[in-house]
């Protein structure tokens, strides 16, 4: 579950990124942009950061995931 939480963290990198990019070329976007993932326990872990247990060893960088989601930037869904 960790490492599918790292590469849902650095996807959302990306993601704000290019949502950067296109406010810069004057094409800002309104709605979330959508981020899928295929793995329930990160996503879980994602939306409800209450599991101590299983992420008090994952690095405090990768937390930024859960501050875009919230602000509604990205939204995560499973597929």
Not at 11 to 20: F, H, M, Q, V
Not at 56 to 63: F, G, N, S, V
Request: charged share 25%; hydrophobic share 30%; net charge negative.
């Amino acid at each position: 579950m960790e490492a599918e939480y790292i590469v849902l963290s650095e996807a959302g990198c990306e993601l704000c990124w290019i949502r950067s990019l296109y406010y810069e070329l004057e094409f800002p976007q309104k709605s979330p942009t959508i981020l899928r993932g295929d793995n329930n326990g990160s996503i879980t872990m994602v939306k409800n950061p209450q599991f101590h247990q299983q992420s008090k060893h994952i690095d405090i960088q990768y937390h930024w995931i859960h501050d875009e989601i919230t602000k509604e930037t990205i939204n995560l869904e499973s597929c």
